[in-house]
């Protein structure tokens, strides 16, 4: 498999599918708030229709679906199958029926021109090599009066302990360790403004807003490790050495009384002239 694209698309399809089972633990709260958050900042109306791409387990597809209410329609398209159906669960746990999700890339749906009123995409867009592009065809399906919504990692993610996994991982597998990941793109303001700007949406609001995740325990960390894009490497490196960074992270965090990680977030929106 030579194409980036399709090597992007497998990585993310595989470490989300294993991701699952911890996807919606207590620890990795921050993807409803952020995903709440998202979703508050588009202003969405009863009987609006959104497309959610990289919709996971519906952490913004959810909220949106509780907005435009009965005559409004929600689509969160993934490439996971597992986060797929843990989505669709909770939507008929809800009661949803506004709603509908699919097994999909985000970079071939194909719907027409201005068909959404909103389009969303919540720590997403990075996945692709040419997010430009991704932009300009999310941009296309957002009907005229309506907004694109892109959210992105701030800087310092998972810190202090992200550092301190790199470190570990540095030593256990130098050929897994990596100081760049594709969100590093897009940490800062004006890189999310440009990014949206060169794929066709001017002028952008974009914001920057500081989280942080309560770790109850340093065990917190592990299993927020286990349910985002971490988990990729974590089972690229084996039960052994997976047990030896875990150790190391785990005690490491315990003994400096590390109550908590950051979880900064960048929020941009669009609004598609008439």
Same mark, same amino acid.
């Given at each position: 498999?030579?194409?980036?694209?399709?090597? !992007?698309? *497998?990585?993310? /399809? @595989?470490?989300?599918?294993?991701?699952?089972?911890?996807?919606?633990?207590?620890? =990795? #709260?921050?993807?409803?708030?952020?995903?709440?958050?998202?979703?508050?900042?588009?202003?969405?109306?009863?009987?609006?229709?959104?497309?959610?791409?990289?919709?996971?387990?519906? !952490?913004? *597809?959810?909220? /949106? @679906?509780?907005?435009?209410?009965?005559?409004?329609?929600?689509?969160?398209?993934? =490439? #996971?199958?597992?986060?797929?159906?843990?989505?669709?669960?909770?939507?008929?746990?809800?009661?949803?029926?506004?709603?509908?999700?699919?097994?999909?890339?985000?970079?071939?749906?194909?719907?027409?021109?201005?068909?959404?009123?909103?389009?969303?995409?919540?720590?997403?867009?990075?996945?692709?090599?040419?997010?430009?592009?991704?932009?300009?065809?999310?941009?296309?399906?957002?009907?005229?009066?309506?907004?694109?919504?892109?959210?992105?990692?701030?800087?310092?993610?998972?810190?202090?302990?992200?550092?301190?996994?790199?470190?570990?991982?540095?030593?256990?597998?130098?050929?897994?360790?990596?100081?760049?990941?594709?969100?590093?793109?897009?940490?800062?303001?004006?890189?999310?403004?440009?990014?949206?700007?060169?794929?066709?949406?001017?002028?952008?609001?974009?914001?920057?807003?500081?989280?942080?995740?309560?770790?109850?325990?340093?065990?917190?960390?592990?299993?927020?490790?286990?349910?985002?894009?971490?988990?990729?490497?974590?089972?690229?490196?084996?039960?052994?050495?997976?047990?030896?960074?875990?150790?190391?992270?785990?005690?490491?965090?315990?003994?400096?009384?590390?109550?908590?990680?950051?979880?900064?977030?960048?929020?941009?929106?669009?609004?598609?002239?008439?």
């Amino acid at each position: 498999m030579d194409d980036p694209l399709k090597q !992007a698309k *497998a990585k993310a /399809a @595989a470490t989300y599918d294993a991701a699952a089972d911890h996807f919606d633990d207590e620890p =990795l #709260s921050f993807w409803e708030r952020i995903g709440r958050r998202t979703v508050a900042r588009l202003g969405l109306r009863a009987g609006d229709s959104v497309l959610d791409v990289g919709c996971g387990t519906g !952490a913004s *597809a959810l909220p /949106a @679906a509780h907005i435009v209410g009965r005559d409004g329609f929600v689509l969160g398209v993934d =490439l #996971s199958a597992r986060l797929i159906d843990r989505a669709r669960s909770k939507a008929t746990t809800c009661g949803l029926t506004n709603m509908e999700f699919r097994l999909a890339d985000m970079t071939e749906l194909g719907y027409p021109d201005s068909h959404f009123d909103a389009v969303v995409s919540v720590f997403s867009i990075f996945f692709v090599p040419d997010m430009e592009g991704l932009v300009r065809e999310l941009w296309r399906m957002v009907r005229p009066g309506g907004k694109l919504a892109v959210t992105t990692w701030g800087p310092r993610i998972f810190e202090p302990a992200y550092s301190l996994w790199l470190e570990a991982i540095k030593r256990e597998r130098p050929d897994l360790h990596s100081a760049f990941n594709p969100w590093d793109r897009i940490t800062d303001i004006e890189s999310v403004r440009n990014l949206l700007r060169n794929g066709g949406v001017m002028n952008a609001e974009v914001t920057a807003e500081e989280g942080s995740q309560p770790l109850l325990s340093a065990e917190d960390w592990w299993t927020i490790a286990l349910g985002s894009g971490l988990r990729w490497t974590i089972d690229q490196m084996g039960p052994e050495a997976a047990a030896r960074v875990k150790t190391d992270n785990v005690q490491w965090l315990s003994e400096n009384k590390i109550g908590s990680i950051e979880t900064n977030a960048i929020y941009a929106i669009g609004n598609k002239p008439f």
